[in-house]
């Protein structure tokens, strides 16, 4: 069958296919809208209108908000095929727009940690029905420029929102919060009245299915080596979020630029909302570009070079003594995600057992949960203990330029780790499993081992409970101590 072309092309996909992607379009703006400048907002001073948080408590704080939007898919997909699109898209978007309704109303620390979570947890239940319905209302003819649609939709919505959130927050950071509520609150209307479920098969999975296969897939040793060591380039990631931000607002003069748009008649105040501008724009101008040049690059090849690309943009900034530099930086690092990310999905299929691969790419956004949890909170430490004193110093750069140095060090680690890992374990044999098995339990033992001692540390040798201290440990003790017995279970 010929495929078709044009705009025979557009008119082959249905109106809820359309409609998925406008209610894309709606809840990545309100994501990135906020996100864009949540980490200033939460660590500016109540004078400047913020809520004068810790870098490092933001850190946490983003880990594991992030983390929660990796994870609740897993279960938001099976409530979805079970219960209808429809009706969890309802619930998406209620609680979408009550969290971040919710988030700027608050003031506490664990008040704001809630809304946020809540927000989370919709973004969870909405990313599977999305994604489920572009896959359930294309074919093999125009699937390819159906989620080429949706990825332009994600990017669009990155890119418009934090220019409005430009204007609104000069009113109000609540502003800010209302807007993003408002997007996901207006999605209500059109899935009340005219989104209907795509077809879907008519046995589905219950959630113990889903358990089981996550279980299954969280066993296989050597995809979770994979996982962790690409992981590595996706700390660099959400450095976007958290450092970037702070760093821009601390250290970068914004006049050059400002000056150069005010000389075109283009009044601009650069700020850290258009962190996120660059980004998406940069994708929008250049993916289908990157996406010919390397086309026929084998994938491992081409996410090595692509996670290259990143670290060249960290040394950019290790070297940003001025705004150009810093828009430099991120549009580089823009290029190197447009580049690897793209090509890991076709790894992912290359190294999953050939009878689960429908299952094991079902897992592969995983790399977001390590890279969030990790990078987040990584960051947020490392900026408050290295950069923050260095704010009145009258020449931080050589310590500027360690902060992102070590950065780049860890993107250079994830390339070399997955240049081995494709030498050693691209091959699913039972010797790779095996080495896989015994690498992993060693590193869920690590694991365990710091999270025990962060526990130790935090109940009977600090004079005062640290919560954020005590909640990290429980995590790592979690996530080692099952990874173990996953791994034995598997083994048996």
């Given at each position: 069958?010929?495929?078709?072309?044009?705009?025979?092309?557009?008119?082959?996909?249905?109106?809820?296919?359309?409609?998925?992607?406008?209610?894309?379009?709606?809840?990545?703006?309100?994501?990135?809208?906020?996100?864009?400048?949540?980490?200033?907002?939460?660590?500016?001073?109540?004078?400047?209108?913020?809520?004068?948080?810790?870098?490092?408590?933001?850190?946490?704080?983003?880990?594991?908000?992030?983390?929660?939007?990796?994870?609740?898919?897993?279960?938001?997909?099976?409530?979805?095929?079970?219960?209808?699109?429809?009706?969890?898209?309802?619930?998406?978007?209620?609680?979408?727009?009550?969290?971040?309704?919710?988030?700027?109303?608050?003031?506490?620390?664990?008040?704001?940690?809630?809304?946020?979570?809540?927000?989370?947890?919709?973004?969870?239940?909405?990313?599977?029905?999305?994604?489920?319905?572009?896959?359930?209302?294309?074919?093999?003819?125009?699937?390819?420029?159906?989620?080429?649609?949706?990825?332009?939709?994600?990017?669009?919505?990155?890119?418009?929102?934090?220019?409005?959130?430009?204007?609104?927050?000069?009113?109000?950071?609540?502003?800010?919060?209302?807007?993003?509520?408002?997007?996901?609150?207006?999605?209500?209307?059109?899935?009340?009245?005219?989104?209907?479920?795509?077809?879907?098969?008519?046995?589905?999975?219950?959630?113990?299915?889903?358990?089981?296969?996550?279980?299954?897939?969280?066993?296989?040793?050597?995809?979770?080596?994979?996982?962790?060591?690409?992981?590595?380039?996706?700390?660099?990631?959400?450095?976007?979020?958290?450092?970037?931000?702070?760093?821009?607002?601390?250290?970068?003069?914004?006049?050059?630029?400002?000056?150069?748009?005010?000389?075109?008649?283009?009044?601009?105040?650069?700020?850290?909302?258009?962190?996120?501008?660059?980004?998406?724009?940069?994708?929008?101008?250049?993916?289908?570009?990157?996406?010919?040049?390397?086309?026929?690059?084998?994938?491992?090849?081409?996410?090595?070079?692509?996670i290259g690309i990143g670290?060249?943009g960290f040394i950019c900034l290790?070297?940003?003594?001025?705004?150009?530099?810093?828009?430099?930086?991120?549009?580089?690092?823009?290029?190197?995600?447009?580049?690897?990310?793209?090509?890991?999905?076709?790894?992912?299929?290359?190294?999953?057992?050939?009878?689960?691969?429908?299952?094991?790419?079902?897992?592969?956004?995983?790399?977001?949960?390590?890279?969030?949890?990790?990078?987040?909170?990584?960051?947020?430490?490392?900026?408050?203990?290295?950069?923050?004193?260095?704010?009145?110093?009258?020449?931080?750069?050589?310590?500027?330029?360690?902060?992102?140095?070590?950065?780049?060090?860890?993107?250079?680690?994830?390339?070399?780790?997955?240049?081995?890992?494709?030498?050693?374990?691209?091959?699913?044999?039972?010797?790779?499993?095996?080495?896989?098995?015994?690498?992993?339990?060693?590193?869920?033992?690590?694991?365990?081992?710091?999270?025990?001692?962060?526990?130790?540390?935090?109940?009977?040798?600090?004079?005062?409970?640290?919560?954020?201290?005590?909640?990290?440990?429980?995590?790592?003790?979690?996530?080692?101590?099952?990874?173990?017995?996953?791994?034995?279970?598997?083994?048996?």
């Amino acid at each position: 069958m010929d495929t078709p072309r044009g705009l025979g092309l557009l008119r082959s996909y249905p109106r809820v296919f359309w409609l998925a992607n406008v209610m894309e379009l709606f809840e990545r703006g309100a994501y990135y809208g906020l996100n864009s400048v949540l980490a200033i907002y939460l660590t500016n001073t109540i004078a400047e209108g913020g809520l004068g948080f810790t870098e490092q408590s933001v850190g946490f704080l983003q880990g594991l908000i992030y983390a929660a939007t990796y994870i609740i898919p897993i279960l938001g997909g099976a409530l979805a095929d079970r219960y209808g699109y429809r009706r969890m898209l309802l619930v998406a978007f209620s609680f979408l727009a009550t969290g971040y309704f919710l988030a700027g109303q608050m003031s506490g620390y664990g008040a704001v940690f809630a809304s946020l979570l809540l927000m989370a947890s919709g973004s969870g239940l909405f990313k599977p029905i999305i994604s489920g319905t572009i896959a359930r209302t294309t074919n093999e003819q125009n699937s390819g420029f159906g989620f080429g649609i949706y990825y332009w939709m994600i990017n669009l919505g990155a890119f418009l929102a934090p220019l409005i959130v430009s204007y609104l927050k000069g009113f109000s950071w609540t502003w800010v919060f209302m807007a993003s509520s408002l997007y996901c609150g207006l999605m209500l209307l059109p899935t009340v009245f005219l989104f209907r479920d795509p077809p879907r098969p008519p046995n589905t999975r219950t959630i113990r299915e889903v358990l089981t296969g996550a279980a299954e897939v969280l066993g296989d040793a050597r995809f979770m080596l994979m996982i962790f060591v690409y992981s590595g380039f996706w700390i660099l990631y959400f450095q976007n979020f958290g450092s970037v931000l702070w760093f821009l607002r601390d250290f970068i003069s914004p006049a050059p630029i400002n000056g150069f748009f005010a000389s075109i008649g283009i009044p601009l105040s650069f700020d850290s909302e258009h962190v996120t501008v660059i980004n998406a724009g940069t994708i929008i101008l250049l993916q289908v570009v990157v996406s010919k040049l390397v086309k026929n690059v084998p994938p491992l090849r081409a996410m090595v070079i692509g996670i290259g690309i990143g670290v060249l943009g960290f040394i950019c900034l290790s070297f940003a003594s001025n705004v150009w530099i810093f828009i430099l930086g991120i549009a580089v690092f823009s290029v190197g995600e447009m580049t690897a990310h793209p090509k890991y999905y076709s790894y992912v299929g290359l190294v999953a057992p050939q009878d689960r691969k429908a299952v094991y790419m079902g897992y592969a956004f995983l790399y977001g949960v390590v890279g969030s949890l990790i990078g987040s909170t990584l960051g947020g430490m490392m900026y408050e203990t290295l950069l923050k004193p260095l704010i009145s110093s009258p020449d931080p750069s050589g310590d500027i330029r360690q902060f992102w140095l070590i950065f780049a060090g860890l993107g250079f680690v994830a390339m070399a780790g997955l240049m081995l890992y494709n030498r050693t374990f691209a091959a699913d044999t039972p010797e790779t499993r095996a080495l896989a098995r015994k690498i992993m339990i060693a590193l869920y033992t690590v694991l365990c081992l710091i999270g025990l001692w962060f526990l130790y540390t935090a109940l009977f040798r600090s004079p005062t409970v640290p919560y954020r201290t005590v909640v990290q440990a429980v995590i790592m003790i979690i996530l080692g101590s099952g990874g173990i017995t996953i791994s034995f279970r598997k083994t048996s």
